[in-house]
């Protein structure tokens, strides 16, 4: 029993390492085709689309609950949007 475990964690190792060695070497080969200044352009709109996403969704959320809280004390809409 203890020898088919054995035998079946190492099989489960061998593929997961496999399969890991696979996918290195495909991104590899795709860092290579692009380019280091297009992979450094992709990975800033990237970071920028990561940090900036978030932001904005917290800012419009905030807006949109402003407005409502607004609207409910009878209070005028500013003509631009900003106070």
Known sequence: ???????????????TSTYAHRVGDRTSALARSVGP???????G?????MWGGPRLF??????????????????PFPASGHA
């Open 1 to 15: 029993m203890k020898k088919k475990l054995m035998n079946l964690l190492r099989s489960f190792g061998g593929s």
């Open 37 to 43: 200044k297009r992979g450094g352009f992709a990975l």
């Open 45 to 49: 709109a990237l970071a920028a689309a």
């Open 58 to 75: 917290r800012y419009l959320r905030e807006h949109r609950a402003q407005r409502a809280a607004e609207a409910r004390a009878g209070q």
